[in-house]
């Protein structure tokens, strides 16, 4: 049972998405997790141009999920701007600089086959 003005994790992707889009985000990729692992909802995986875009999205992202939900978010990452991992409980978020992102490949571990084709 949901607690009383908890956001649900649409509400939370949602808030999440717009973040990462007011702040420039690239190749935003959201992938629902539900069915498949008891880690969370969805997983948004995002690129930041430099290491002090990632550190500054991420930490706009927590600042306003905590003013938005007061929902406190566990960071890792931040200080060296390479991969900031946001875990909000029912949405992870993965922000990544670009070389970083193309070593893990987090995609091609969560997405479908059929959607990693397109």
Excluded: C
Aim: avoid cysteine; proline fraction near 3%; aromatic fraction near 6%.
């Amino acid at each position: 049972m949901a607690v009383p003005n908890e956001p649900d994790s649409e509400a939370l992707l949602d808030r999440i998405l717009k973040s990462l889009s007011d702040d420039k985000a690239e190749d935003v990729v959201q992938i629902d997790l539900r069915g498949k692992t008891s880690i969370g909802d969805y997983m948004v995986i995002a690129s930041g141009r430099s290491s002090r875009q990632v550190a500054s999205m991420s930490e706009k992202l927590v600042e306003r999920l905590k003013h938005d939900f007061g929902r406190v978010a566990r960071v890792e990452g931040k200080d060296a701007g390479d991969w900031v991992l946001i875990d909000t409980g029912d949405v992870i978020v993965h922000i990544f600089r670009p070389e970083v992102r193309d070593f893990y490949q987090l995609e091609k571990m969560w997405m479908p086959v059929s959607a990693q084709a397109n």
